[in-house]
Every structure is written in structure tokens, then in C-alpha cells.
């Protein structure tokens, strides 16, 4: 089931890359979210999607918000991934995919005419209130980071 705009995030509490849990709960009344779920650590469509929210953390740093991308890769490898790309935001193991399946990125798609299933690389926008602004399901890496960035600034106009 797609979540849609006007609803609670759902809660989650994940390990990131260090095995440190992260709590949605504890940026509750203080941030605005950026939670984007991508296939696989190390593909070039997803080095290029992870690296260029990096690369804009600061901005949207300046915009009170934490950026933070989920997958069901392992701790171990998100560090990896990390330390190679030179990532400075949160990467956040869904080893079990519980919360992919909870945020309606878990889908089935055909390949050579069997279903198999997947993330499909999708963006929620969360506001300090724990409100979902936008569910971007879907979504073409190609300049994701800064549309997003712009629809974030809007939060604060």
C-alpha cells in the first residue's frame, strides 16, 4: 500500500552503517526528514542518487533537515559503501525490508517474465511534525537531490 501525503510517517527504529540504532521518533518536533530508499549499495544509478544528497547535505543542513537513505543491504556493506564514496549522511539497514514493506517501495516487477521483487527508489519528504509532505515513488535519480532540496526549502517559506 502507497502512503500518501497528509499522513503519520510510519515509525521505525534502524541500524545505520556504524550499528548505531536510528529512532524516527527522536527528530519528532525538531527536523524535517528526507527518507529515500534506493535498490543497492555500489550500482552506478545508486552511487550517483547517494552521492549527490551527500554532496547537498549542507544545504539541506541549512534548511533543518536530515537527509537519511535505507536499503536492505547489510551494516557492513552500507559502511563500506560509505567509506569508498566518501558518504557523510545516515545509510540505514532494513535488512528484513519491514520498513520498505510499511513505506510501499517493496513491489514486485516482472523480469523475463517472473515476478520478483525490489525497492522501487522513492522519496518521502517528513516534516517536524512526523506529516508526510511529499511521497515520490518512483522517482529518476538524474538531479533527485536538488528537486528535493527545493521542495524542502518550500516547507520553510
Known sequence: MLLKVGERAPAFALPD??????????????????LFFYPKDGTPCCIKEVT????????????????LGVNRDECL??????????????????????????????QAKEVD???KYGIVRSTFIIDRTGIIRHALYNVNYKGHALEVLRLVKELNS
Do not use: P
Not at 552500507?78 to 513505506?103: M, N, P, T, W
Open 17 to 34: 552503517a556504524d550499528m548505531e540504532t536510528v529512532d524516527l521518533a527522536n527528530f519528532q518536533g525538531k527536523k524535517h526528514l528526507v
Open 52 to 67: 549527490d544528497f551527500s554532496d547537498h547535505e549542507g544545504d539541506f543542513e541549512r534548511q533543518d533537515c536530515l537527509l
Open 77 to 106: 556493506k552500507h559502511a563500506e559503501f560509505r567509506d569508498k564514496e566518501g558518504i557523510g549522511l545516515e545509510l540505514l539497514s532494513d535488512a528484513d525490508g519491514a520498513v520498505c514493506k510499511q513505506y510501499g517501495v517493496w
Open 113 to 115: 517474465g517472473h515476478k
